[in-house]
């Protein structure tokens, strides 16, 4: 159920089912040159209270294959979304005190 066209990329969360990462890329755009500044914010949606330590967001800039279709072509491939990590960025946004509970 990945979506990543357009301005929205939402995606359930791997190990908490009740809720989802809302990543929203400023001017419409989910593909970028070396170099350039992008810009937009991340939502994090909380449907249930749960035990929580930190909350911790994580960044992955990847390079993928941008082969160009002939005319004998008319489909994508799977090696047309192989992809290769190029930067990883993590911060812990907050931690949380023990028993404390993560609330929506």
């Known amino acids: 159920n990945k ?3 357009g301005v ?11 809720g989802a990462v809302n990543i929203n890329l400023y001017n419409n755009v989910l593909g970028f040159a070396a170099g350039e500044t992008i810009a937009g914010t991340i939502d994090v949606e909380i449907g249930k209270p749960f035990e929580a ?20 072509q008319t489909e994508l ?4 979304r192989e992809a290769k990590e190029l930067i990883s960025m993590k911060q812990v946004i907050v931690q949380f005190p023990e028993g404390q509970r993560l609330e929506p």
């Open 3 to 5: 979506k990543d066209t």
């Open 77 to 80: 491939k799977p090696y047309h």
């Open 8 to 18: 929205f990329w939402d995606e359930h969360l791997d190990m908490y089912l009740d």
């Open 53 to 72: 330590v930190d909350l911790v967001v994580e960044f992955k800039g990847v390079e993928r294959s941008h082969i160009t279709f002939d005319d004998a």
